[in-house]
């Protein structure tokens, strides 16, 4: 290569090795990149996630610590939606907003009979939020799948 890698080549790297399931080439890519930007939470949890995908939980309990004792934190996704001239912000697994209930209730509608049919499997190690009134298998999808309408 005739240029030193960045951070930008060595994410690159990390996030085909997940696709690729190479957990040793992950680590590897982490090590640069968590040298490169230790606070960047998107690296620790993108490790976490090559490691949970190859069921190593000691290695993403052991990364998620390093999180914790490091400071860095990730910061939940969220979305704008312009309705009639008024922008609205949805959190994800947050229910807060007025009319979640409402919005939460679409979705499972919508979502609920399509994830089953494509047979969705929730990934375990993910913890669900609880979103009253919602069916278990909409509350894991929610807290995995960030909201957007």
Not at 40 to 54: E, F, I, K, M, P
Request: charged share 20%; hydrophobic share 40%; glycine share 8%.
């Amino acid at each position: 290569m005739p240029f030193q890698p960045d951070a930008g080549v060595w994410g690159t790297l990390l996030g085909a090795s997940r696709v690729h399931g190479n957990v040793e080439l992950a680590k590897v890519a982490s090590s640069y990149l968590l040298e490169l930007d230790p606070s960047n939470s998107g690296y620790y949890v993108l490790l976490a996630n090559v490691h949970a995908d190859a069921s190593q939980w000691k290695s993403v309990r052991k990364i998620r610590t390093m999180m914790k004792e490091s400071g860095v934190q990730k910061l939940p996704g969220y979305s704008w939606v312009d309705v009639d001239k008024s922008t609205h912000m949805f959190v994800a697994g947050d229910g807060s907003h007025p009319e979640s209930a409402e919005i939460y209730s679409l979705l499972e509608d919508l979502l609920v009979p399509e994830l089953r049919r494509e047979g969705y499997v929730p990934q375990p190690y993910l913890p669900a939020h609880h979103f009253p009134g919602c069916e278990p298998l909409i509350q894991v999808c929610f807290s995995q799948w960030y909201v957007r309408i």
